[in-house]
């Protein structure tokens, strides 16, 4: 399914048309053509379902607080704790990934 939008050249597009055409053309005709001339815009199917995706991205909070407010209350009241070998394997296994993507 495709959507059409379709206008007429108005405001100082459509000024600059008509300057163009009355140069160009035969005096009124062309002013005339020139601004009923109209453009045509297709948007498939997928692109109608990206600007759907980026308008709920737009819509997301950026932070869960759902998920960080327990977090932050648990360091806050120091019962929060992180392994060091698990924060250095995670490190590490991250820039192994990134590593293997650039080869």
């Known amino acids: 399914m495709v959507t059409r939008i379709k206008s007429v050249a108005v405001g100082k597009l459509g000024r600059i048309g008509r300057q163009r055409a009355t140069r160009a053309g035969s ?7 020139a601004a009923g001339r109209s453009d045509d815009v297709a948007f498939s199917s997928d692109a109608r379902l990206i600007g ?28 929060y ?23």
């Not at 005096?27 to 053509?33: H, R």
């Open 27 to 33: 005096g009124s005709d062309a002013a005339v053509s």
């Open 81 to 103: 704790h992180v392994s060091s070998l698990d924060v250095a394997d995670k490190i590490l296994r991250q820039v192994l990934l990134e590593r293997k993507k650039s080869i």
């Open 52 to 79: 759907k995706a980026d308008e709920a991205v737009n819509q997301a909070p950026e932070i869960r607080m759902e998920l960080v407010g327990p977090i932050r209350e648990a360091l806050m009241a120091g019962r």
